[in-house]
């Protein structure tokens, strides 16, 4: 009888523990912008040194069709949050945005979500003004993905978003000077 309740207990729903004292609950529900920002009751938060996937910009799938690789990304981070119910904790704010950085928990084990995201080919190591990443361990997790051909690295026309920005901004800096 005992071992029965034991594994009727076992079965049966349970609350899910609070985050740690300083780090918050990321849920299904909030409003993602992008496959790196979302908003929960009126803040902005985003990935600490994380670049997803612009959206509006295009990569072409195996069946040669043109697909939103911002929309990708979007996806991914949904479905995480969605399995993992990651847990956050904000590192700084800046400019109405708080950066954070995420675990999700996989069975046991606590990832990195931005990590996870990288090493899955769905988001990219956040790059600094000048050119370097924000946080390193990214840097070496995106060149791992693209060595594998992981998600979006394995389309041939899909392009870094730092470099999208970049020419971005060296466009309007040529422009400017003129």
Known sequence: MR????????????????????????????TLETGD???????????????????????????????????????VLAAYIKDTKPVC??????????YVVCYATVGKERLDL???LITSGYAFAGLNGEGMPYHVPYAVAEKLARDKRAGLWQ?????????????EVNARTKKADQ
């Open 3 to 30: 071992k029965a309740l034991s594994l009727l207990l076992a079965l049966l729903p349970t609350s899910v523990s609070a985050a740690p004292a300083g780090y918050f609950d990321l849920l299904p529900g909030v």
């Open 37 to 75: 920002m979302w908003v929960s009751n009126g803040e902005r938060f985003r990935l600490y040194g994380v670049q997803s996937c612009l959206r509006g910009t295009s990569y072409t799938d195996k069946h040669g069709q043109k697909r939103d690789c911002g929309e990708a990304s979007l996806a």
């Open 89 to 98: 904790a904000p590192v700084v704010k800046k400019a109405g945005i708080a």
């Open 114 to 116: 931005a990590n996870v």
């Open 155 to 167: 389309f041939e026309d899909v392009q870094h978003p730092a470099i999208l920005l970049s020419r």
